[in-house]
C-alpha cells in the first residue's frame, strides 16, 4: 500500500488485499447482510423487506461487521496480511469464515421493534 497506516482504515486494507475496490467492499458487506437477513427472516418469519430495509438493523450488523469480523481479522492476520502472505482469495475466505460468527448473534429487542412498528404501520395504511 502506498498511503501510511495512519491514512487508511483496517476496512480499506482488507479491500486492497482482496483486491477490491472501496465500493465492491461495501457491496460484499452488504451481500452479507442481505444473506443474513435471509436467515433471521426465515427462523424469526418475519418478512425479509420489513429486515433488509430497516436501517437500525443495518446499523447493528454494520457493528457487529466491525467487531467481529474485521476487528477478528486484525487480531490474527494483520501481521500475514502486511507481510503480503495471503492471496486475495484467502483474505476473501477469512471475511466468509469470520462472517459466520455474526450468523449466531440478532438484536431480538430490535426485531421485536421492528415487527412491532410494522404491523402498527401495516394498520394505519389499510
Known amino acids: 500500500m502506498t498511503t501510511t ?23 460484499l458487506r452488504h451481500q452479507y447482510f442481505l444473506e443474513w437477513c435471509g436467515k433471521i427472516a426465515h427462523q424469526k418469519y418475519i418478512p425479509l423487506e420489513w429486515l433488509s430495509k ?5 446499523n447493528w450488523f454494520d457493528d457487529q461487521w466491525v467487531a467481529l469480523v474485521e476487528s477478528g481479522i486484525k487480531k490474527c ?6 507481510r503480503k502472505v495471503f492471496t ?3 483474505v476473501l475466505l477469512m471475511l466468509d469464515i469470520f462472517c459466520t460468527e ?24 389499510k
Open 77 to 82: 492476520y494483520d501481521d500475514g496480511l502486511d
Open 5 to 27: 497506516a495512519k491514512q487508511t482504515t483496517f476496512r480499506h486494507k482488507l479491500a486492497y488485499y482482496a483486491e477490491l475496490s472501496y465500493l465492491q467492499y461495501e457491496n
Open 88 to 90: 486475495p482469495d484467502d
Open 102 to 125: 455474526i450468523q449466531n448473534y440478532y438484536p431480538k429487542v430490535l426485531l421485536d421493534k421492528i415487527i412491532k412498528d410494522q404491523k402498527y404501520e401495516n394498520k394505519v395504511c
Open 54 to 58: 430497516n436501517d437500525y438493523l443495518k
